[in-house]
């Protein structure tokens, strides 16, 4: 079973750059199409990124495309999310999830990954 565990995340200031990954401590995460997704406090969770299983097809929100970029390596079992130019408003909880289904062009939603990791803080304040 996959059982994805997130790291990475911490407090930096705006305009700092982080990379988070994503590790399954279980199964194989190369069967998977993988996203990431954030959530501040009192807001919804939202789709941040997603890629599929063999990494030749990429997806991002307009909030983050053009300063972040997800990519895998499955040789590692790992996903990563690199987040540069950051500020305060991508402060959240990031999130990674795992789904066995085809994946949705553009933005995709929680109900439709079946895995999910623990969440990483990212904070980003002066």
């Known amino acids: 079973q996959v059982q994805l565990v997130e790291s990475g995340g911490g407090l930096v200031q705006p305009g700092d750059s982080l990379k988070l990954s994503c590790a399954s401590s279980?199964?194989?995460?190369?069967?998977?199409?993988m996203g990431w997704f954030r959530q501040a406090p009192g807001k919804e969770r939202e789709f941040v990124s997603s890629i599929t299983w063999i990494g030749s097809d990429t997806f991002y929100a307009e909030s983050v495309k053009g300063r972040f970029t997800i990519s895998r390596d499955n040789a590692k079992n790992t996903v990563y999310l690199l987040m540069n130019t950051l500020k305060p408003e991508d402060t959240a909880i990031y999130y990674c999830?795992?789904?066995?289904?085809?994946?949705?062009?553009?933005?995709?939603?929680?109900?439709?990954?079946?895995?999910w990791g623990q969440g990483t803080q990212v904070t980003v304040s002066s």
């Open positions: 999830a795992a789904t066995s289904r085809p994946l949705r062009v553009g933005i995709s939603y929680p109900h439709e990954y079946e895995y």
């Open positions: 279980g199964g194989s995460l190369s069967n998977y199409a």
